[in-house]
């Protein structure tokens, strides 16, 4: 049974309205992954992470919490009960949302290896903690167009007068909202959107890899890069020149099949099943590792795996690969 739609909705533009992040945290939750790396701020390539990374640990955590609420009709009229509260429920879930500090580090070990494998492409990114936010794009799957402009308007309007010329992404939701939807609501979003992978793809010759068999990988394509914006050969190409055997399930590519973590905000129980029967046929292909390369994809494979597969983001296998 859902949860109330109603509620999560309310929850969500609250949050975005007061922080303009989708879950109840501090905004240096955006930028504490960067310290000691002494990025340049201002260049013509500019690093937006779009938050999804950092905010993967609290929005595990969170699951888990409607999880629990979901299977139970008391936990239902309570979720819907703390929703009527408002703005006080975001007080509230901000006490409760207490991830681990092992995954915390985790999120921030994926980013920072994104940076270490541009750096060791040669390409050169500057980041900028007050231009570095969040896309939106929940407001935007969920049908809440009017908060969905208004939010990606701020966001837009601080990325183009970063005076960058090339934005770089490094998830499939935030490429695909700053690439294809941005550009449509605001004539004048005119910045060059890459993911980090078509530019380490077109660099790769670049990259120094270690030497040897690096064992076999299955790649679940994630939806927006797989079907939308046609991001499939460049995490094979860098896979298998870093060593490792590709191996593919039965759907991938633009035929690929939903990790269910879209859905995981209005109905855990669906999006459980939707993982535990991808998970099933990632594990048919017999090969250890699965190579995921979206946060919401990470963060609900590996919740469902049960010890079958190593989950693992693309980066973090790529840059255990790169000459020391």
């Known amino acids: 049974m859902v949860l109330d ?53 609290y929005i595990s955590v969170f699951a888990r919490q409607l999880a629990r609420m979901e299977k139970s009709g008391a936990g239902r009229l309570a979720f819907k009960a703390f929703g ?45 903690p007050g231009v570095d936010g969040y896309s939106g794009v929940l407001l ?5 167009d009017d908060d969905f402009r208004a939010h990606a308007e701020g966001e837009a309007r601080r990325l183009v007068e970063s005076g960058a010329r090339v934005i770089v992404t490094v998830d499939p939701h935030t490429t695909h909202t700053l690439r294809s939807v941005y550009p449509k609501l605001f004539p004048w979003f005119e910045l060059e959107v890459r993911s980090y992978l078509e530019i380490l793809a077109e660099n790769v010759d670049k990259l120094g ?66 993982a535990e029967k991808r998970i099933e046929e ?9 190579a995921v390369m979206c946060p919401i994809c990470l963060s609900n494979l590996r919740g469902h795996s049960r010890g079958k597969l190593r989950v693992e983001d693309i980066s973090i296998l790529l840059r255990e690969r790169l000459e020391a």
């Open 84 to 128: 009527k509260l408002g703005g006080r429920l975001g007080g509230l879930a901000g006490l409760v949302l207490k991830p681990s500090k092992v995954d915390i580090e985790y999120s921030h070990s994926i980013l920072r290896s994104v940076v270490e494998l541009l750096k060791a492409a040669g390409v050169s990114v500057a980041y900028d």
């Open 282 to 290: 990632l594990h048919s292909t017999g090969a250890p590792v699965v």
């Open 209 to 274: 890899w270690k030497s040897g068999d690096a064992g076999a990988v299955t790649i679940h394509d994630p939806c927006f890069y797989a079907r939308s914006e046609g991001i499939i050969g460049e995490p094979r190409t860098l896979l298998e020149r870093a060593g490792y055997r590709v191996v593919n399930p039965r759907r991938w590519g633009r035929m690929t099949y939903c990790c269910g973590g879209p859905v995981e905000s209005i109905s855990p129980g669906l999006a459980g099943r939707i």
């Open 140 to 144: 935007y799957d969920m049908g809440l």
């Open 5 to 57: 739609i109603g509620t999560v909705l309310a929850l969500l533009r609250d949050n975005i309205r007061k922080t303009g992040l989708p879950v109840p945290v501090g905004k240096e939750v955006l930028w504490e992954w960067s310290k000691g790396l002494d990025l340049p701020r201002e260049g013509e390539v500019l690093l937006y992470t779009g938050a999804l990374y950092q905010l993967l640990p």
